[in-house]
T-cell receptor, first 112, second 110 residues
Framework: KAGVTQTPRYLIKTRGQQVTLSCSPI?????VSWYQQTPGQGLQFLFEYFSETQRNKGNFPGRFSGRQFSNSRSEMNVSTLELGDSALYLC???????????FGDGTRLSIL | AQRVTQPEKLLSVFKGAPVELKCNYS??????LFWYVQYSRQRLQLLLR??SRESIKGFTADLNKGETSFHLKKPFAQEEDSAMYYCALMKGGGADGLTFGKGTHLIIQP
């Protein structure tokens, strides 16, 4: 069974631009969550989508948004990029509520 | 709000010695606790969840609600245990994201 797949693996952007990251969950998993990992703050929950609906949201500004498609694939968008958005963005999927999450390799975003 | 604390950023032990990675949490409800591990150049992967009460790769972890702890233990460390270990909490019901600790880098010396 293929694991969680995130694309692209690396991205370089400049301040003010926007970016879209993609995540394909494990087959059969309907939930996709996004996390931001930085050296200072560690791993922080961004949001979770289940059956195309945002179910939960962490404490991040509105510049961070996401969506989920009918095939459970998810995208995360960050607008008006700031230097502090430089991070590893991890996607995780799970079958149902209460099940453990399985993580992808992440997309490393660098803001110049 | 819930919180997970891993007091040791780095823990170095010799091969064959016992290992204990500490994890304390604060949450007013009944949480579900996990340990995730990240080996060098690999993705974050689930090691243990408290409701399973099983031993994986020789590691065990017991949820102590009185002390609000979920320490990870292994009686005899092996070199392949060297990795980054993260303790994580999910609020009761599971309909929420994971709250992670900052992680402990475990180094097993030969």
């Amino acid at each position: 069974k293929a694991g969680v797949t995130q694309t692209p693996r690396y991205l370089i952007k400049t301040r003010g631009q926007q970016v879209t990251l993609s995540c394909s969950p494990i087959s059969g998993h309907r939930s996709v969550s996004w996390y931001q990992q930085t050296p200072g703050q560690g791993l922080q929950f961004l949001f979770e989508y289940f059956s195309e609906t945002q179910r939960n949201k962490g404490n991040f500004p509105g510049r961070f948004s996401g969506r989920q498609f009918s095939n459970s694939r998810s995208e995360m968008n960050v607008s008006t990029l700031e230097l502090g958005d430089s991070a590893l963005y991890l996607c995780a999927s799970r079958k149902e509520v209460g099940q453990p999450q399985h993580f992808g390799d992440g997309t490393r975003l660098s803001i110049l | 709000a819930q919180r997970v604390t891993q007091p040791e950023k780095l823990l170095s032990v010799f091969k064959g010695a016992p290992v204990e990675l500490k994890c304390n949490y604060s949450y007013s409800g009944s949480p579900e606790l996990f340990w995730y591990v990240q080996y060098s150049r690999q993705r974050l992967q689930l090691l243990l969840r408290h409701i399973s009460r099983e031993s994986i790769k020789g590691f065990t972890a017991d949820l102590n609600k009185g002390e609000t702890s979920f320490h990870l233990k292994k009686p005899f460390a092996q070199e392949e245990d060297s990795a980054m270990y993260y303790c994580a909490l999910m609020k009761g019901g599971g309909a929420d994201g994971l709250t992670f600790g900052k992680g402990t880098h475990l180094i097993i010396q030969p």
